[in-house]
């Protein structure tokens, strides 16, 4: 039963820390996207990759906020440094796009619970 | 810029039947999706419609008309599992599935 899996599953951290969120897609997907849910805000996209190159960061904050796939099995999401507005819920999720038509199901991951004191 | 709209709170009684709303307004539009939520848990696909009409699996049903910009969801012989939080989503499919998820249906569901 294929998944995506994401650590840690929780993360409380101090205000200023690094925080490093890991993400492995499911074997074969070519598009992986970052969530964060919150209940003000609700589910955002962060960013998305396809074929491990960056289509689209617009819904990260810069500054502090960065995706990266190292890899094909996996994708980070850093924030550096943190402040208590991250506090959220950290989703990712993974699809197979074929052609030019995208993806119509998004697997997602468990979730990064992530606390910043 | 793009817009989805669905009901915030529905309840309803075990064995009843729920139909939820959702309504979008996109720049581009090639379907919509259906995705359900527990407490503490990850969203999880349950329907795509990329045509209009209704689309059944199982106790879940999904529509579409993309005239009206309108979709639903209908659950029927409602259980207390079904007790979670229910989203529409439009994926843009150019670029990659850029979804845009609605701001979620809380289901209740009481014995």
């Known amino acids: 039963d294929a998944r995506v899996t994401q650590t840690p599953r929780d993360k409380v951290t101090e205000m200023g820390q690094e925080v490093t969120m890991r993400c492995q897609p499911i074997?074969?997907?070519?598009?992986v996207f970052w969530y964060r849910q919150t209940m003000m805000q609700g589910l955002e996209l962060l960013a998305y990759?396809?074929?491990?190159?960056?289509?689209?960061d617009s819904g990260m904050p810069k500054d502090r906020f960065s995706a990266e796939m190292p890899d094909a099995t996996l994708a980070t999401l850093k924030i550096q440094p943190s402040e208590p507005r991250d506090s959220a819920v950290y989703f990712c999720?993974?699809?197979?796009?074929?052609?030019?038509?995208?993806?119509?199901?998004?697997?997602f991951g468990p979730g990064t619970r992530l606390t910043v004191l | 810029g793009q817009s989805l709209e669905q009901p915030s709170e529905v309840t309803a009684v075990e064995g009843a039947i729920v139909q939820i709303n959702c309504t979008y307004q996109?720049?581009?539009?090639?379907?919509l999706s259906w995705y359900q939520q527990h407490d503490g848990g990850a969203p999880t696909f349950l329907s795509y419609n990329a045509l209009d009409g209704l689309e059944e699996t199982g106790r879940f049903s999904s529509f579409l008309s993309r005239s009206d910009s309108y979709g639903y969801l209908l659950l029927q012989e409602l259980q207390m599992k079904d007790s979670a939080s229910y989203f529409c989503a439009v994926p843009p499919r150019a670029a990659g599935n850029k979804l845009t998820f609605g701001g979620g249906t809380r289901v209740l569901v009481k014995p």
């Open positions: 074997l074969g997907h070519n598009t």
């Open positions: 990759f396809r074929n491990r190159a960056p289509l689209d």
């Open positions: 999720a993974s699809g197979l796009a074929t052609g030019g038509l995208g993806t119509d199901t998004q697997y």
């Open positions: 996109t720049s581009g539009f090639y379907g």
